[in-house]
Each structure stands twice: as C-alpha cells, then as structure tokens.
C-alpha cells in the first residue's frame, strides 16, 4: 500500500486478556518503530527495529510488551495479561534509512482500551 | 535531560495569522528536529524537519527557525487557515533516541 497500515483500529480488550497489533510498513522501509500515544500526549518511543533486528527495545514498559518484525516487514506488537494503564493508541511508523534521525512515516494507529 | 518542552499548550489565532510553537531540548546530542501534525483519529504526519547546521527552513507556508546555542527552535505558520487547526508536535532526534515533546492544540478561527 502507499501508507503504514495499523490493524486493527480499535481493539477493546478485558484486562488480563493478551492482545496483538499488526503494523504493515512502506514496502522497502528498513527501519519500523512504535510508539504509545498517551491521551493529549506525544509517542513514547517503544521499540525499533532495523529489518529483521530489534535493535532498541528500552521503551517497553514492562516484560507483558513484546514486538517481533521476522521477515523484516510486517510488525506484531504483543501485549500479554493487559493491564487498564495500557490503554492507549499504539502507532507504527516506517522509514526508508536507518536510525532515529530520519523521516517517518506514521500510521493511523491502533487504539487499545482495556476495561 | 532527555525532555522535548513544547509550549504553548494551546493556540488559538485568527485567520491570515501567524501561529508560533516553541520546543527546546536538552541533549546537545540531538541532530535531527522534525514537526508533525497530527489530526483527530490520525498519525502524525510530517510537516517540516531541519539539522541544526542551518538556522532557518521554509517550506511554503511553514518554517523552521533554529538556535543550536539556546537549544531551541520553532515553528511559524503563516496565513494560518482552519485547515490548519490540528495538534503539532516537535521532536528531537539523535543516534540513539527520539522524543516528542506533549504537543500544541492549534485553533484557527476564521
């Protein structure tokens, strides 16, 4: 596609339930991060990848959060036992060069409501 | 050290005005200053980025002013138009990391 998809859009799940968030990106882009967007904030850096490599995984909140990128191209970002403090959209963006300093492109975002 | 303050909080000008949002950031680290804008229910989108070896960007109706020994830089929107009213975000790069700052909530009235 010409953009970075986030699947799905919405997700509502019960707290100790476990969910998945699928990011696909630009098709080529090397490097792939996510972020939380808290309510009326900026993205917390999460996790980045470069290909395949989870180079930087610093921003995960906890060890329930987990991403993976196997082939280099689409993103799973996975939360287990779900807590009310995850509630939040989880963005995606993808960008042609490597490292933090260059242009991203973000998708629509995921947002995750836990009750 | 790591922060990205943004103000204001929020905005509100008249049409045909200026809009400034001002960032500053602490890690001299840093290399890389994007703007984002980010509508209702959508991702940010890029607006406008500069490295800190020019002082200045301008692209069509936004600019980028930067000062690399205050650690500070801005945004100008010119002729700002309703279509403009949106939440904006700088961010602050580097080898390492990248942070946002919280935003500004920008209302163009007409």
């Known amino acids: 596609g010409a953009g970075v998809s986030q699947s799905p859009r919405y997700k509502v799940a019960k707290r100790g339930q476990d969910v998945a968030l699928r990011c696909d990106p630009i098709?080529?882009?090397?490097?792939l991060f996510w972020y939380q967007q808290a309510l009326g904030q900026g993205p917390e850096f999460l996790t980045y990848f470069q290909n395949e490599a989870q180079l930087d995984k610093s921003g995960l909140p906890s060890d329930r959060f987990f991403a993976e990128r196997p082939e280099g191209s689409v993103s799973t970002l996975k939360i287990q036992r779900t807590q009310q403090e995850d509630s939040a959209v989880y963005l995606c963006?993808?960008?042609?060069?490597?490292?933090?300093?260059?242009?991203?492109?973000f998708g629509q975002g995921t947002r995750l409501t836990v009750v | 050290q790591q922060q990205v303050k943004q103000s204001p909080q929020s905005l509100i000008v008249q049409k045909g005005g200026i809009s400034i949002i001002n960032c500053a950031y602490e890690?001299?680290?840093?290399?890389?200053f994007p703007w984002y804008q980010q509508f209702p229910g959508k991702g940010p989108a890029l607006l406008i980025a500069?490295?800190?070896?020019?002082s200045e960007k301008k692209e069509g109706r936004f600019t980028i002013s930067f000062n690399k020994s205050a650690k500070q830089f801005s945004l100008h929107i010119m002729d700002s138009q309703p279509g403009d009213s949106a939440t904006y975000f700088c961010a602050a790069s580097g080898n390492d990391k990248v942070i946002f700052g919280p935003g500004t909530s920008l209302s163009v009235i007409p």
């Open positions: 963006a993808s960008s042609l060069g490597t490292g933090y300093n260059t242009e991203a492109f």
């Open positions: 890690n001299t680290a840093f290399d890389y």
């Open positions: 098709s080529g882009h090397v490097s």
């Open positions: 500069i490295r800190p070896d020019v």
